[in-house]
């Protein structure tokens, strides 16, 4: 099994590169979040965004999983699958989840939105999806698991879970009705819309024990490659805590959320942008709050996938970097939008940082919530260059050439693979 994972903070662009690489694979399996996700693909002229399905979706040859790590929202993925059955995917035969992926409840998402809204200006900015109410029941032993809804009890063991939802509701102070974020909200109606999904999901899905069919798929010497969701930098354990997501989202994630040991992991593709971004809270040490910020986000169009929230935007940052190369044992870095930075005379790379002491470090201090990072850039000059007609190696501008060796050099891990566009043909493979 080769491993696919953003290095930053989402939306590197992996929905694009696992599109890309998926006719390598037999399998495409997503292993945690779940639709706090947005996936962009992009070929023969049309956009898609996926949110809980794998993005090997929409070639009718590869198999697709949802493994056990990701948190489900069985609302948002019937509509996800109506559109695809709609395009005319086979969703029953193209896509199989596991019957241990846990359900996140209308009440998981009421949550969400109180948890942020007690947090004042301390708010995590999470998608509220319900992504953290959900894993919260899983590790507290509470949760419902999609292969519930096979269950003649099924909608006993929710009532409970509602029960305990609505009694914490009821600490925060937070109604049933109302509206978040200028969204009406009515939770009766959310539960009609949960159990009509509920339904489809029986009729038109097949659950699986994905376990057992990922290691099979292994054994009968097929390819599988595990899709990140989310990026390394909001990991539960290793991001800049609590401004992170609720999963493991570096590689040791995917073990446990397929079911596949370690030993099974081939490739770990690290995907990062050329430059860095970052939606919702939290701490950002090369933020540009200036016209190059502005810049990059109006060329990138760094508006997110998932909730339309325009993303912050700096220079890119090389001990982040290195750090997420270390966490997951990266063998190959991909790097993603270099187009974004075409029209960019100079490009900054952050180095190192200084501490408010003084202290210069190139490692990701425990305190980064805590206290100001100042970033030392290293200035390099930019390519000035269209890269639109970028098919091989030697038309690449020699001020990228320039920008991708100091990367891996600083990493001492090699850049393999070029994203110049958002569309599936706008790659290069760089050795
Ligand atoms: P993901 O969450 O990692 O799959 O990334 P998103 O889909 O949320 O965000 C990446 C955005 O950048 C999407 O709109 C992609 O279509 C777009 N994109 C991906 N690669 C490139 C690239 O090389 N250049 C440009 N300009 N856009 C890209
Ligand atoms: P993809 O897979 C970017 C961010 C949210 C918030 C924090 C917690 O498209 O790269 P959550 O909803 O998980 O409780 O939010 O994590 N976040 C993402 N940022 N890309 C994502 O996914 C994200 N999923 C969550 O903005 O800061
Ligand atoms: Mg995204």
């Given at each position: 099994m080769d491993i696919l994972l953003g290095l930053q903070w989402g939306d590197e662009g992996k929905g694009k590169i696992v599109d890309f690489l998926a006719p390598h694979y037999h399998t495409i399996a997503r292993f945690q979040g779940g639709p706090n996700a947005g996936h962009t693909l992009h070929f023969d002229g049309v956009k898609h965004v996926l949110h809980q399905i794998p993005s090997g979706i929409f070639r009718k040859e590869i198999n697709n999983v949802i493994g056990n790590g990701v948190v489900l929202d069985p609302v948002i993925l019937r509509k996800e699958l109506a559109a695809l059955q709609s395009k005319g995917v086979d969703i029953r035969q193209q896509l199989q989840i596991s019957k241990k992926a846990q359900i996140i409840v209308p009440t998981h998402r009421l949550i969400d939105a109180a948890s942020e809204l007690a947090k004042g200006d301390k708010k995590i900015g999470s998608t509220l999806k319900g992504i953290s109410p959900a894993y919260q029941d899983k590790i507290g032993r509470a949760g419902l698991r999609i292969g519930d809804i096979l269950s003649p009890d099924f909608s006993q063991r929710y009532e409970q879970l509602k029960a305990k939802h609505l009694t914490t509701l009821q600490f925060y102070n937070f109604p049933t009705s109302g509206q978040i974020n200028n969204q009406p909200y009515e939770l009766a109606l959310m539960e009609h819309d949960f159990f009509a999904a509920v339904e489809f999901l029986k009729n038109e899905c097949t659950f699986v024990n994905s376990e057992y069919v990922l290691n099979q798929t292994l054994q009968e010497g097929k390819k599988i490659l595990a899709e990140g969701a989310q990026g390394s930098l909001l990991d539960i354990d290793f991001g800049s805590y609590p401004f992170v997501t609720s999963s493991n989202t570096t590689v040791a994630g995917a073990c446990t959320g397929l079911g596949i040991a370690p030993t099974k992991v081939g490739e770990v593709f690290g995907i990062f942008k050329a430059y860095a971004t970052r939606v919702g809270g939290g701490p950002f040490p090369t933020e540009l709050n200036d016209e190059i910020g502005e810049k990059l986000r109006a060329i990138g169009h760094?508006?997110?996938?998932?909730?339309?929230r325009a993303r912050r935007c700096g220079w890119l940052d090389l001990p982040a970097l290195r750090y997420a190369v270390m966490l997951n044992g990266v063998t190959q870095l991909f790097m993603m939008k270099?187009?974004?930075?075409?029209?960019?005379?100079e490009i900054n790379i952050c180095t190192h940082y200084q501490l408010p002491n003084g202290e210069v470090t190139d490692e990701m201090p425990f305190e980064v919530v805590d206290m100001p990072l100042k970033p030392i850039y290293k200035t390099l000059k930019g390519w000035n260059t269209n890269l639109e007609n970028l098919h091989s190696l030697d038309q690449l501008p020699a001020a990228l050439a320039t920008y991708i060796r100091f990367i891996e050099d600083y990493l001492q891990v090699p850049i393999k693979l070029l994203s110049y566009g958002s569309d599936r043909k706008d790659t290069l493979h760089l050795a």
């Open positions: 760094e508006y997110g996938a998932t909730t339309g270099a187009d974004v930075l075409n029209t960019f005379e």
